[in-house]
């Protein structure tokens, strides 16, 4: 009976500390950001919950469903995004300035502390030098998550990315986590990607959209073509449909556009759809992430773009939305 009532009581403990082994758990504190809340989601795709943390006189707490490692990202109310290398059991402690997310610091596992390690390495680096760090990251660091996240934010989602060190880098992940799908599923992504790169021809893709209805990249052809992805948790994605939309409305006739939504909820995707008066199709097979879209169309994640003249030949890849805008304007005289 005492034996049966110390692990009751240890099992109390252990919950009340956020350590039991289905859940993460995120605790810390804002300087010059008293009130407010961000978000979080899962970058692997293990979880379609988007969780809202609040903060209250400057501190949060939450505990995340966790059930293996994964990475989280932390959705801040600038829209700006930072990893967090999650395991079941354990928590962290985050410490960050509102005015200076970008050297956010994270104690608690030695993933989190080694991607600060990182952040404050290039806190004051150029784009090329950020990349030229991130590559000796990786090859310092091959069998942790880190390295995958860094492979992915620096290679995979560049604005001008170099897929021939790419590829050599997953080369080099591999050789030290083999059965790693994320990593698998990059191998290939490159590949793909490296075929719509700007100056190639726009891969043949077929698919259905969220209607049910048959789409094919060979419906770009004759006009300006633009393939765009966006989410319903993403507001520069939603802001560039809204875009695309006032152009399709003005064009339509000169304008082809495929979108590929990155939720995992057909349902939230078409209630966006229908109160933005999205009507051209959009894919949504609810794979987030791993969408085979994504892979065979080469894009790049959330918020990514490809424009497409009338021989099919791809003439810009990952535009902000301004400059995407411009672009197709410019094309369409």
Known sequence: MKRYFYFILLTL???????????FKIEG??????????????????SAQLDTIKINGGRFSKKIDCEKPQT??????NFSEQPLFAVPGK???????????????????????????????????????????????I?????????????????????TPNYAEAQKLVETLLKK??????????????????????????????????????????????????????????FESQNMQRELRRLYKQHGSQLA??????????????????????TWPNICDGMLFDSPAVEK????????????DKKGKIVAHGLPTKELIDRINKMLK
């Open 257 to 278: 556009i495929i979108s590929v939504s990155l939720d995992a909820s057909k349902r939230e995707c078409t209630n966006v759809m229908q109160r933005d008066s999205i």
């Open 177 to 234: 986590q083999p059965e790693n799908g994320q990593l698998i599923n990059m191998k290939k992504a490159i590949l793909s990607l490296r075929n719509s790169a700007e100056g190639g021809m726009m891969p043949s893709y077929s698919t259905y959209d969220v209607k049910g209805e048959y789409v094919n990249t060979s419906s770009l052809r004759g006009k300006v073509g633009v393939i765009n992805s966006w989410a319903t948790w993403n």
């Open 139 to 159: 090859n310092d660091n091959p069998k942790t998550p880190v390295a995958v996240y860094l492979l992915r934010r620096y290679y995979l989602q560049n604005v």
């Open 297 to 308: 169309l080469g894009l790049k994640g959330v918020s990514d773009n490809i424009i497409v």
């Open 13 to 23: 403990v252990l919950v009340a500390c956020g350590t039991d082994g289905s859940h």
């Open 91 to 137: 928590s962290v402690d985050v410490k960050a300035d509102a005015s200076h997310l970008k050297e956010m610091e994270v104690k608690g596992t030695s993933d989190n502390e080694l991607m600060t390690s990182f952040r404050k390495k290039i806190a004051n680096a150029s784009p090329i030098e950020a990349t030229k760090t991130a590559a000796m990251f």
């Open 72 to 77: 989280f990202m932390l959705v801040f109310p």
């Open 29 to 46: 504190r804002f300087l010059n950001l008293n009130q407010g809340e961000f978000y979080v989601y899962s970058l692997d795709g293990e």
